[in-house]
């Protein structure tokens, strides 16, 4: 085992979380002997912070990096937002409408669709275990908005790209993509995280399976992908461990020697 204390980010859906949605036994004990060993451990997520509250509970864990990096929390602590300008999502709202494209809007509580009903977006979410959203259309205008999802298909993603200088899409389903603030990502978030805790790169690791792990996995210095990842994530990481259901948290650990 590492001797000196180190900072692991964990994204959830298909790291830690099994494609049943499900915490693997070996993962859940790979956590604790982190923590009982010393180390700094937080989530590093596309998820809500409402979305996180089954898992933190179950393993204890009061900080993490979500919304792709554009809401930090720290030991409980509120560190770093960045939502999305409410004129930017108005203008996306209205192009979306136009193309027949659903959006959901994401803030720390909760989430709203713009369409009352949408095969994609039932689709997409269910894959989370979450309900198609409620109906408001309008939920942007008073709240914080740090993270949006539009629901289209890949060849509709290029006039989105052209379109909206100011935003990111990054596909995370066949059928949506999470729509984010220009720059922002998990990296984005992870710099502010450490920076605040006073670790350095060379300490710091992250274990991630998908597009929006990327940024992350280029920044830390110890970078572990999934062996359930596409190539272009195994592709920027330093390590590749086993599928998420074959204890790869547990082997990526192992792998690195943090265990």
């Known amino acids: 085992m590492t001797r000196t204390r180190s900072m ?4 959830i859906d298909g790291t830690l979380l099994d ?3 499900r915490l693997p036994a070996s993962a859940k004990e790979a956590i604790l002997a982190l923590k009982e060993a010393g180390h700094e451990i937080a989530f590093a997520t596309g998820r809500s912070p409402f979305m996180l509250e089954p ?21 409980g602590k509120l560190i770093y937002t960045n939502p ?7 203008s996306l709202s209205e192009y979306a409408l136009h193309q027949g494209h659903p959006l959901v809007y994401l803030d720390d509580e909760g989430m709203r669709s713009s369409s009352r009903r949408h095969p994609y977006v039932e689709e997409s979410i269910g894959t989370l275990q979450y309900p198609h959203p409620e109906y408001d259309p309008h939920f942007y205008i008073d709240q914080d908005i740090y993270q949006t999802m539009l629901f289209c ?4 993603e290029s006039g989105y ?15 949506s993509m999470d729509v984010l603030p220009f720059g922002g990502s998990k990296a984005q978030g992870i710099e502010r995280f450490i920076d605040k805790l006073g670790f350095r790169r060379e300490q710091v690791y992250a274990f991630g399976d998908n597009l929006n792990d990327l940024e992350m996995l280029q920044y830390v210095g110890h970078s572990v992908a999934m062996g359930n990842s596409p190539e272009s994530v195994k592709k920027v990481a ?5 599928d998420v259901g074959h204890d790869g948290i547990a082997y990526g650990l192992e792998l690195v020697g943090l265990l």
Request: cysteine-free.
């Open 8 to 11: 692991i980010f964990f994204d």
């Open 19 to 21: 494609h049943d949605k």
């Open 55 to 75: 898992l933190r509970r179950e393993l204890s864990i009061d900080s993490f990096v979500g919304f792709n990096g554009q809401y930090v929390m720290l030991h």
């Open 84 to 90: 999305i300008p409410t004129e930017v999502i108005r």
């Open 153 to 156: 298909t890949e060849q509709d």
């Open 161 to 175: 790209i052209e379109r909206f200088r100011k935003l990111d899409f990054v596909r995370w389903h066949r059928l």
């Open 238 to 242: 330093r390590y590749i461990t086993k």
